[in-house]
């Protein structure tokens, strides 16, 4: 059974830092590896998503990273800003995207003004 | 541009009571699928569905029941309430079993069992 971690569970730093939240597997053998955001009270949005294939995909600020050879993903935010503030998850698509996501229990970030 | 819409977004039930959680996106998308979100134990999921007329079972189907008599609609029922299903519930889509296609999800449904 697939299992995600996310270190660290909770993260505060002032604006303006570069900063990596880290995200481990346990199976190998996923399709993808997607990692979404969380306001609070609020649904998950769809942040980048990384295929089997890829090593890495970028957005704006945003970079995922993929190593399935070590179970390993990273999501690194460029220029932190107070908007940035949410929790972060991750998760691992297995199954050829039929059987659902896996998912990590997230790392809450602030960024402090 | 609607996206995924879930109803109601709070709801509280007596023990025993059954329900039904409406799920409905717009964007023509084939899977489907339910999860729940509770403290400590991030989200799991529930039941999902590759397209109209076929559904399966995820890691914590016991309790719920599901249908897709068409492609927009995907609702989760609760058949006989239990404090154990007091949780957040999400409603998700994307295209169907493409490993490149990221899923949508609604704002979720709260819901306390009493």
């Known amino acids: 059974k697939q299992e995600v971690t996310q270190i660290p569970a909770a993260l505060s730093v002032p604006e303006g830092e570069n900063l990596v939240l880290n995200c481990s597997f346990t199976d190998s053998a996923i399709y993808n590896l997607q990692w979404f955001r969380q306001d609070p009270g609020k649904g998950l949005t769809s942040l980048l998503l990384?295929?089997?294939?890829?090593r890495e995909q970028t957005s704006g600020r945003l970079n995922a990273s993929l190593d399935k050879s070590s179970g390993r993903s990273t999501l690194y935010i460029a220029a932190s800003q107070p908007g940035d503030s949410a929790t972060y998850l991750c998760?691992?698509?297995?199954?050829?995207?039929?059987?659902?996501?896996?998912f990590g229990k997230g790392t809450h970030l602030i960024i402090q003004p | 541009n609607a996206g995924v819409t879930q109803t109601p977004k709070f709801q509280v039930l007596k023990t025993g009571q059954s329900m039904t959680l409406q799920c409905a996106q717009d964007?023509?998308?084939?899977?489907m699928s339910w999860y729940r979100q509770d403290p400590g134990m991030g989200l799991r999921l529930i039941h999902y569905?590759?397209?109209?007329?076929?559904?399966d079972q995820g890691e914590v189907p016991n309790g719920y029941n599901v249908s897709r008599s068409t492609t927009e609609d995907f609702p989760l029922r609760l058949l006989s309430a239990a404090p154990s299903q007091t949780s957040v519930y999400f409603c998700?889509?994307?295209?169907?079993?493409?490993?490149?296609?990221?899923?949508?999800f609604g704002d979720g449904t709260r819901l306390s069992i009493l």
């Open positions: 569905s590759v397209g109209a007329g076929i559904t």
């Open positions: 998700a889509s994307s295209y169907s079993g493409q490993d490149g296609q990221p899923q949508h």
């Open positions: 964007m023509n998308h084939e899977y």
């Open positions: 990384i295929q089997s294939s890829q």
């Open positions: 998760a691992a698509g297995d199954g050829g995207g039929a059987d659902g996501l896996t």
